[in-house]
């Protein structure tokens, strides 16, 4: 008669009876069935569901922390993951895994989910650091959809997501790749450098497609150095500006936004010029579409701009003249009055 290992939010299901010693309390009535043996084999095709033991975390949902921000509190852990460390784009990939391990029936959220996440971000980061290594992004998530299949899904309605351990652990050394940068937001570039040492997925994945962690770093800091090298040019050219006083009253917001999205996508396209490899010459292609997109509305916004400080320039030469006026007209009057 076949026993269950029950777990929090899910059990499984063996077949012949277990000690005590291997049960854990649960929390949801799920099963999840299981053809083989409780041997060892048994329990290294359960290595994602180990994670369900009361030393795991829960994904228990958004927590906000100020306007705009969010947490995610781990129940058991005490951990807590906040929006307010994360850049835009490691955020979105991190709150993407749990519809990932939703779609997949998998309870638990894990690294396999997160890499899925972030590989599947157009024009990403990840895949940009990828391609840098030498990667092929397509081959790289057929691969982690592989391992993602097979994983042991739950059966039955879910009680919701769990943060795994390899997963809380991987968030970890993202954050150390962080203090090691000098950086002041967890980002991409931290998560890809900590999947070297992910000992569920990341590593071997790696190994499978035999890319060292040094050629990760150097993929990384290429692009890191690339980049540090627009955003100073930009902040020199705003300096410049702002030290020779070039306009006569600023910009609105959204045109100094486009202006600088322009600059900088120019410079980055300029330095991919010499780069030959596909992966280069397609973000070029991209970089041209966007620029063209990007300075028609430039265009509409300065024309528009130009109109309203023309007015705006005429309206204070009248209001001059008026002020000019009354201070004629008074100076008149006192004259009269004497």
């Not at 129940?75 to 895994?97: C, K, L, P, Y």
């Not at 994983?151 to 879910?158: A, D, M, R, T, Y």
């Not at 050219?237 to 306009?247: F, T």
């Amino acid at each position: 008669m076949a026993s269950t290992i029950p777990f929090w939010g899910a059990s499984l299901q063996a077949p012949h009876p277990l000690s005590e010693r291997d049960a854990v309390l649960v929390r949801s009535p799920l099963s999840l069935s299981s053809p083989t043996s409780m041997t060892a084999k048994l329990l290294g095709g359960l290595r994602p569901l180990r994670l369900k033991r009361p030393s795991s975390a829960s994904w228990s949902g958004g927590e906000r922390l100020g306007r705009g921000s969010f947490v995610i509190r781990c129940e058991a852990s005490g951990a807590r993951i906040s929006q307010q460390e994360f850049t835009e784009m490691a955020w979105q990939g991190i709150v993407s895994s749990p519809e990932i391990a939703k779609e997949n029936k998998h309870q638990i959220v894990e690294t396999e989910h997160l890499m899925k996440a972030l590989l599947e971000q157009k024009n990403g980061l990840a895949r940009r650091i990828f391609s840098k290594a030498g990667l092929d992004n397509t081959r790289l998530l057929d691969a982690t959809d592989k391992f993602i299949q097979r994983q042991p899904k739950v059966i039955g309605e879910s009680s919701g997501s769990m943060l795994g351990r390899d997963l809380e652990a991987q968030i970890n050394r993202a954050r150390e790749y962080k203090k090691k940068y000098g950086d002041s937001f967890v980002s991409i570039e931290h998560l890809i450098l900590g999947f070297s040492d992910d000992q569920r997925f990341g590593r071997q994945l790696f190994r499978d497609f035999q890319i060292s962690q040094q050629t990760l770093k150097s993929a990384v800091e290429a692009i890191r150095g690339r980049q540090s090298v627009i955003d100073q040019a930009i902040d020199l050219v705003d300096e410049a500006a702002a030290k020779l006083k070039m306009e006569i009253t600023s910009k609105p917001t959204a045109l100094d936004e486009i202006n600088r999205s322009v600059l900088k996508l120019e410079m980055e396209k300029l330095s991919l010029a010499n780069d030959t490899d596909r992966a280069s010459k397609d973000r070029s292609n991209r970089l041209e579409a966007e620029l063209s997109l990007l300075k028609e509305k430039q265009s509409q916004l300065t024309e528009q701009w130009e109109h309203e400080k023309s007015i705006m320039t005429h309206l204070q030469s009248i209001k001059e003249e008026i002020s000019w006026i009354s201070v004629v007209e008074i100076s008149l009057l006192e004259l009269w009055r004497h």
